[in-house]
């Protein structure tokens, strides 16, 4: 694992290349070494890191508390969908605060906090049982149409219940429906992590999608009707 610093606009960025497992102490070091020289405000990118466990979630969440005991603050940006997993799979989902990108991280800082509701509902995720079409782009011919079944959603993606899997990084057609809307959704896709038999053998096997290319109009959808079910279901505990 390697850790860079850069500073823009008085706020420190640690680009983070490679595994963050229980070998990488040297974060809460180096947050460490921020705070004791008075840089309390961190961004961490994560756009080249290789894989987070929960050792490593472990050491996050630490240098998480230590920059908010010393009244900084600590967020994350270009976060794989797979981290974003682990982060709900622990219930850290609402407590991390995620940008997409490096830009509305460093303005998260200084606006009201728009972006911030924004992202979050992006990631917020919904366990629903939904039928899925997919076939991959760019095949020779004509490609395959392959049934799966979703197994949770969000604005950000979905996770797909199937046999049929395709390497990270392929790009996928889907269609699916929202409950209580009468049309079909069209959505683009890119294959981000797939299924562990031995972590998680309920849902294995399949793959864990991420949109791409996904209309405003879309993506407001699939959260209003993820806002209104969670909300639903909340109420009537």
Do not use: C
Not at 60 to 79: D, E, M, P, Q, S
Not at 85 to 96: N, Q
Not at 113 to 125: I, S, Y
């Amino acid at each position: 694992m390697a850790i860079r610093i850069r500073e823009i606009d008085n706020i420190n960025i640690m680009d983070i290349d490679g595994k963050i497992d229980i070998n990488s102490s040297d974060i809460i070091e180096m947050v460490g070494w921020l705070i004791s020289s008075g840089k309390i405000n961190i961004i961490v990118n994560l756009e080249n890191a290789d894989m987070v466990d929960y050792n490593g979630l472990s050491i996050l969440t630490i240098a998480y508390k230590n920059v908010l005991n010393h009244k900084g603050k600590f967020k994350f940006v270009n976060v794989p969908v797979s981290v974003i997993e682990l982060f709900r799979a622990v219930k850290l989902e609402t407590v991390f605060e995620v940008y997409a990108d490096e830009e509305a991280a460093v303005n998260s800082f200084s606006e009201e906090g728009v972006d911030k509701l924004h992202l979050r509902r992006r990631f917020q995720r919904l366990e629903i049982h939904i039928s899925v079409k997919y076939r991959i782009v760019g095949g020779q011919g004509k490609p395959k149409l392959f049934d799966g079944s979703v197994l949770n959603l969000s604005a950000a993606g979905l996770y797909i219940y199937t046999p049929y899997i395709f390497p990270i990084n392929s790009i996928l057609d889907l269609e699916f429906g929202i409950p209580g809307q009468t049309t079909m959704l069209e959505a683009a896709g890119k294959v981000s992590w797939l299924a562990d038999k031995e972590i998680q053998p309920h849902a294995y096997p399949g793959m864990g999608i991420s949109f791409i290319h996904l209309t405003p109009e879309k993506e407001k959808a699939i959260a209003e009707f993820i806002d209104k079910n969670i909300t639903h279901r909340a109420d009537s505990l």
